[in-house]
Structure formats: structure tokens, C-alpha cells
């Protein structure tokens, strides 16, 4: 997985400034916190996933791993 160094956020500072962190996905499309130098979370801006709601005949777990599949950050 490669990761933007702009993009990798430390979870003290997510604890800490998580404003800051929210400003930094909302220009970039997602952040990454690392947690014991491991990529532990994603703070993703939705604008920037252009997700699709699920049709009424799927199901809402179904739809998002449909999401999570297309998604090549992951």
C-alpha cells in the first residue's frame, strides 16, 4: 500500500488536533493513522469517494464492501 507522507497522521495527534486532521482529509480526499507505526484508521471525505446509496433491494453491509472492493487505497 503506498501512502502519501502528507496523508499519515499520528494517533496523538488525531487525539489531539482532530480539526486539523478533518482539514487535512478534506484537502488530500483521506488521511491515515498510524498507530504504533502501523496504519491503523482511514479518515476518508465522502465528497472525494463519490459513493452511490445502495439500491433499496441491497443491502447496506452488501453495498459498502462493493465500495470497499472498488476502492484500490485499501
Known amino acids: 500500500m503506498l501512502i502519501d507522507s ?3 497522521v499520528s494517533m496523538t495527534e488525531a487525539n489531539q ?3 486539523k486532521v478533518v482539514r487535512q ?3 488530500n480526499g483521506c488521511v491515515v493513522i498510524f498507530k504504533n507505526n502501523k496504519p491503523k484508521l482511514v479518515l476518508l471525505d ?3 469517494m463519490h459513493l452511490s446509496l445502495p439500491q433499496s433491494d441491497d443491502r447496506l ?3 459498502a ?3 470497499l472492493s472498488r476502492a484500490k487505497w485499501l
Do not use: G
Open 25 to 27: 482529509a478534506e484537502e
Open 61 to 63: 453491509d452488501r453495498a
Open 6 to 8: 502528507n496523508q499519515i
Open 17 to 19: 488536533n482532530f480539526s
Open 46 to 48: 465522502i465528497d472525494q
Open 65 to 67: 464492501k462493493k465500495e
